[in-house]
T-cell receptor, first 115, second 113 residues
Framework: ETGVTQTPRHLVMGMTNKKSLKCEQH?????MYWYKQSAKKPLELMFV???????ENNSVPSRFSPECPNSSHLFLHLHTLQPEDSALYLC??????????????FGPGTRLTVL | AQTVTQSQPEMSVQEAETVTLSCTYD???????LFWYKQPPSRQMILVIR????KQQNATENRFSVNFQKAAKSFSLKISDSQLGDTAMYFC??????????WGAGTKLIIKP
């Protein structure tokens, strides 16, 4: 699967570090998403971008800062994270967000560990 | 509120057997989509099958089929002739009123040789 790629695949960081997660989609989609996946919990939607504009921010702490410079790229900037932020972060894309037929395609995720 | 519930945290079956994963949901919408996604150990979330609520016919994709009971708000996934490569986490999801996906907690499926 190369439609949606994420880098890095694994990341270990201290609570005072600043790092960024990158997502790139090669599907020509207009919408991109960040999800947090913690063990034994449903996926949590964090942010939604449609045509580079943020359309959803599901009460995510400000230590997570998204950036969408164009429809193909999505970043998640991390700073002063907490150990409970350790999780798998998944990126997804879909053709649009405006209809019932927009299937989301996922990247392989970044496994983040905060020490 | 829209919710998705997967009541089976883990299941295991022998290779070639048929297995059914349960999913129930709640929504006040009359038209919506339901999805089953598979997440193998490689972590890539892959769409398995989707169902349009207004279609009475159950969706099928090769060995995967669903039993969609709209009145009961049930959306189970049946895997026939299970294979070792079917070992994965399976997530049921509902496309909500704001077009966002509402996810279940997942069922870990293990196919034993």
């Amino acid at each position: 699967e190369t439609g949606v790629t994420q880098t890095p695949r694994h990341l270990v960081m201290g609570m005072t570090n600043k790092k960024s997660l990158k997502c790139e989609q090669h599907l020509g989609h207009n919408a991109m998403y960040w999800y947090k996946q913690s063990a034994k919990k449903p996926l949590e939607l964090m942010f939604v971008y449609n045509f580079k504009e943020q359309t959803e921010n599901n009460s995510v702490p400000s230590r997570f800062s998204p950036e969408c410079p164009n429809s193909s790229h999505l970043f998640l900037h991390l700073h002063t994270l907490q150990p409970e932020d350790s999780a798998l972060y998944l990126c997804a894309s879909s053709q649009d967000t405006g209809g019932l037929t927009d299937t989301q395609y996922f990247g392989p995720g970044t496994r983040l560990t905060v020490l | 509120a829209q919710t998705v519930t997967q009541s089976q945290p883990e299941m295991s079956v022998q290779e070639a057997e048929t297995v059914t994963l349960s999913c129930t949901y709640d929504t006040s919408e009359s038209n919506y989509y339901l999805f089953w996604y598979k997440q193998p150990p490689s972590r890539q979330m892959i769409l398995v099958i989707r169902q349009e609520a207004y279609k009475q016919q159950n969706a099928t994709e090769n060995r995967f089929s669903v039993n969609f009971q709209k009145a009961a708000k049930s959306f189970s996934l049946k895997i026939s002739d299970s294979q070792l490569g079917d070992t994965a986490m399976y997530f049921c999801a509902l496309e909500g009123s704001n077009y966002q996906l509402i996810w279940g907690a997942g069922t870990k499926l293990i196919i034993k040789p």
